[in-house]
Structures are given as structure tokens and as C-alpha cells.
Nanobody, 125 residues
Framework: QVQLVESGGGSVQAGGSLRLSCAAS????????MGWFRQAPGKEREFVGL????????SYADSVKGRFTISRDNAKNTLYLQMNSLKPEDTAVYYCTGQHYRGKYYFDRANFDYWGQGTQVTVSS
């Protein structure tokens, strides 16, 4: 079992930046495909991006492509989400998540095995 704990959320003005971190409790982290999802009030939880276990491959939702960057440090069991050029529509609770690799990358939330408790990001205009 892997426990995930997010940090780094907060309030920022539009155009600003935030960096989220996700600390994992187990070295299993280094073998997991990791990702970020977000959920705005009254909306479904949506995929933001994912990163391979080596960090060599990433994939992003179109809504954040070019503004958000996912990275990881396997030596520290930590996942990051660098968010730049933030917009009010980025306001949401952001969740760190991990999946065991099953031959290909899955982007739907049902295929992720571990979830953090979430951290709030609020972007004001």
C-alpha cells in the first residue's frame, strides 16, 4: 500500500504560479506511473497529466498543456506539479494519484490505484 500526501496548494492571482508536491510513503513509488487529477466544485474529477516511472515520458490534458509540468524525484519518493500562467478556471482540488503499470498508460480515474487527500488551488481574477 502506498500513501500519498499532497502539499503546496493555496491562493494565487491569475497569471501566477504554484508548485504542488506529493510525498509517497513507500519506495514502490519509483515503479508507479504517477498522475494528477483535479476536481472543481460541481464538476467531475478530471485528468491533468501523468508521468512514467522513470520520468522520461509525460502526457497532459489539452487544457493545461504548455502551462503545467509534471516531474518526479524517485530518490525522494516525491511527485511535483509546476503550474504556470494560472487561470481562474484552474481553481480546483488537485489530487496526486498512482497506478501500477499494466502494459500501457491509462488516463481514466478508475485505473489509478492510489490517491492522495487533495490540496486546494484557488486562482482569482
Amino acid at each position: 500500500q502506498v500513501q500519498l500526501v499532497e502539499s503546496g496548494g493555496g491562493s494565487v492571482q491569475a497569471g501566477g504560479s504554484l508548485r504542488l508536491s506529493c510525498a509517497a510513503s513507500s519506495r514502490t513509488f519509483s515503479s508507479l506511473v504517477m498522475g494528477w487529477f483535479r476536481q472543481a466544485p460541481g464538476k467531475e474529477r478530471e485528468f491533468v497529466g501523468l508521468i512514467s516511472w522513470t520520468g522520461g515520458s509525460t502526457s497532459y490534458a489539452d487544457s493545461v498543456k504548455g502551462r503545467f509540468t509534471i516531474s518526479r524525484d524517485n530518490a525522494k519518493n516525491t511527485l511535483y506539479l509546476q503550474m504556470n500562467s494560472l487561470k481562474p478556471e484552474d481553481t480546483a482540488v488537485y489530487y496526486c494519484t498512482g497506478q501500477h503499470y499494466r502494459g500501457k498508460y491509462y488516463f481514466d480515474r478508475a485505473n489509478f490505484d492510489y490517491w492522495g487527500q487533495g490540496t486546494q488551488v484557488t486562482v482569482s481574477s
